[in-house]
């Protein structure tokens, strides 16, 4: 029998290519918690996940401007990377993608890279379900530093903006 976490991040793919229809509505748990790289206190509830989960999409989504993926390229210290999808190598073009992804149990640890201004973003979300194919806890981690600042920054700027309904 396949473990939950395999259902529950295909499904998370087919989000993030909005594909699933329901979208976090389905993926979220009630009671979900999210941890941000930016914000001490764990956001809990599908509302809160939801709104932060919202704003990273908008904040971290990258583009395929050629200096933004020459930046990432540089800051990676190479000009090829592992293309999760199909396992292979292919040119990065500086968007939001996943580059490798660990499941197992209830648990997926998903390592993304992004451009966001110009500067390379690394990081994890770590991903955990429960038996019933929604997601309990959702984590995000980034680095290096400066992608930190930058990131906190933009974040900050986009939950004011969703907040204040503009």
């Not at 809160?48 to 401007?65: F, K």
């Not at 999760?84 to 998903?110: H, I, N």
């Not at 110009?118 to 194919?133: A, F, H, L, M, Q």
Request: charged share 25%; hydrophobic share 40%.
């Amino acid at each position: 029998m396949t473990e939950p976490i395999h259902d529950v991040i295909e499904r998370w793919h087919a989000h993030l290519r909005g594909e699933l229809a329901g979208g976090l509505e389905e993926l979220l748990d009630d009671d979900v918690v999210f941890y941000s790289p930016i914000v001490f206190t764990p956001q809990r509830g599908k509302d809160l996940t939801t709104m932060y989960l919202l704003a990273a999409g908008q904040t971290l989504p990258g583009t395929n401007d050629s200096a933004d993926a020459t930046a990432g390229e540089q800051a990676r210290g190479d000009h090829r990377g592992t293309d999760a999808a199909d396992g292979g190598e292919d040119a990065w073009d500086g968007r939001f993608r996943y580059a490798k992804q660990v499941l197992g149990g209830d648990t997926a640890v998903l390592e993304f890279e992004t451009t966001v201004e110009g500067k390379y973003v690394n990081g994890v979300d770590i991903i955990r379900c429960n038996d019933e194919g929604r997601i309990v806890e959702f984590k995000v981690m980034i680095r290096p530093l400066q992608a930190v600042n930058l990131v906190h920054a933009q974040m900050k700027a986009m939950l004011e903006s969703m907040q204040s309904g503009g």
